[in-house]
DNA sequence: AACATGATTCGCT
DNA sequence: GCGAATCATGTTG
């Protein structure tokens, strides 16, 4: 992948980590972010442009969350610029304030797990597809907040892409519990051979 | 109108 | 760690 107008992205979310991000009563500290690069990233919703990934080519700072495999739902941060398309898929939190709620809305799991996935944090935020395209900033209930930690960034893969599969636009914070296990799509093509000889 | 495919998750070996 | 479930969305006919 280039290197070029994307590197917003890639410097937007990581600034994410640290951040903390409040859906509809729980709070959570973002602890792991992945980049998508729009337009010019085969990864990205973004790259062919279709009516669910509409909201991706408008405004930054709104939030584009779709519907995974049917079931969950996940949610990132547009980027922007506009004709870019680029947005910040939200991973895991570590949730600080809300406890019970989150608890209360993903069942008997261990708390480090309450948000730990995509589909997770979206549950224990409360999310749901009528929170599409609201703006991040404004206090509606949903949005990003102050950022209340400086971590240690670490970079790698993203999580079950096909196309650009070693990108390493996967970011987290070093050694947290709550970030989720990093999984290759089984489609992906083979990573590129590691050792010489 | 039918088919293929996931920016995933949970349960079992 | 691995594999199947499950269905909305996008793509093809």
Redesign the pocket.
Known sequence: MGDLEEGGVVERARALLGRTFTGHGVTVVLTEV?A?GGVEDP????F?R????EIMYGPPGRLYV???????L?A?VVTGPTELAA?V?LRAGRVVDGLGLARSRRGD?DDVRLAR?????AQALGLTIADLGTPVTTGSGVGLGERVETPEVVAGP?????RAADVPWRFWTAGDPTV?AY?R?P?APRATARRPQ
């Open positions: 992945e998508y990864a990205s919703h973004a062919t279709t009516p669910r990934s779709y519907r995974s495999y049917g079931i969950h996940c990132n947005a898929l799991v996935g995509p589909g997770n944090l993203r999580v079950g892409v096909t989720s999984r799509s489609r």
